[in-house]
Nanobody, 125 residues
């Protein structure tokens, strides 16, 4: 069992940066793929990026490539999403997830193993 809690969201101007954290409980967090998703008002939840358990690979959706970076510290049971050059269209609730799959972005959202509660990110123009 893994429980996830996001933090670090807030209001930022366009072009600014935020770093989200995902604190995990449970000794098996290190064996899961860490993923970030987001959901904008009136839209479906979408994949942002993922990071392998051992840190050997990452995967990002095209709209955030070069601006967002996922990392993790398994010793601290924490994952991160560094967001730079933020745009108003990045405004959304951001969720971290832990999944047994290597490619969580290919799975139905209902199949993802664990979700956090989400944290709001608002980017003003």
């Amino acid at each position: 069992q893994v429980q996830l809690q996001e933090s670090g969201g807030g209001l930022v101007q366009a072009g600014g940066s935020l770093r989200l954290s995902c604190a995990a409980s449970g000794r098996t967090f290190s064996s899961y793929t860490l993923a970030w998703f987001r959901q904008a008002p009136g839209k479906e939840r979408e994949f942002v990026g993922s990071f392998s358990p051992g840190g050997t690979w990452t995967y990002y959706t095209d709209s955030v490539k070069g601006r967002f970076t996922i990392s993790r510290d398994n010793a601290k049971n924490t994952g991160y999403l560094q967001m730079n050059s933020l745009k108003p269209e990045d405004t959304a609730v951001y969720y971290c997830a832990a999944d047994n799959s290597r490619f969580p972005h290919t799975r139905p959202l209902s199949a993802i193993d664990y979700w956090g509660q989400g944290t709001q990110v608002t980017v003003s123009s």
